[in-house]
């Protein structure tokens, strides 16, 4: 008679309970791109980047990067640049240990740099099985539309009918654009699909 192996149950992992409150604001733009949200404090930073495109408004699509005071994330690539280390492979509690903020970069070429501030951390009691969006205010920018100074002649543009680039802009953009538009019920249905 064949010996069978008795199957244990695997043990639970414990999730922790610890949220970050975050508040990330979108440098350089008027009016004022901000938003703040609930993550669970050991997620790694590859989920918070995806965590912080679903939240700011972005598409996805072009590089990134974190900066802590005394290191930088990225994605893994066969060729990192020397000194990025791999975002994979750390949590946010581990790359925010002694600092309160970081930067996080999205797009080379619009360089589009975030102030992720944390404001506090808190023992919910329970895990967090998605990032919560607080509050926020003001729409991300359009996607390419050239960062900071871009953005601004953007605005100018779609806001005067006599500016020559009126009409293109506006068809570029889809038809309209609101710089005001901020609905937190949207972000959180796209976190929501965000597997923590």
Known sequence: MAAQ????PAKPRSKSTKAYQLRIELK??????????GVPGTIKLSKLHQILMAVMGWQGGHLHEFIFAD??????????????????RVSLVKATAGS?????????????????KV??????????????????RNACPPEDVGG????????EAIRDPANPQHQTMLQW????????????????????????
């Not at 192996?5 to 244990?8: A, E, S």
């Open 100 to 116: 309160s903020s970081f930067t996080w970069v999205y797009d080379y070429g619009d360089y589009w740099e975030h102030k992720v």
């Open 173 to 196: 953009c889809g038809g309209a654009f609101d710089p005001s538009a901020f609905d937190p019920m949207q972000v959180q249905d796209r976190l929501d699909e965000i597997k923590l």
């Open 148 to 155: 900071v100074p871009g953005y601004a002649e953007f605005l």
């Open 119 to 136: 404001e506090r951390i808190v023992d919910l009691g329970v895990p967090l099985d998605t990032a919560k969006c607080i509050t926020g």
């Open 71 to 88: 290191a930088m994330y990225g994605q893994a690539e066969e060729e990192m640049e020397p000194g990025v280390e791999d975002e994979s």
């Open 28 to 37: 350089g733009v008027k009016p004022a791109v901000w938003r703040r949200i």
């Open 5 to 8: 192996l008795i199957k244990f």
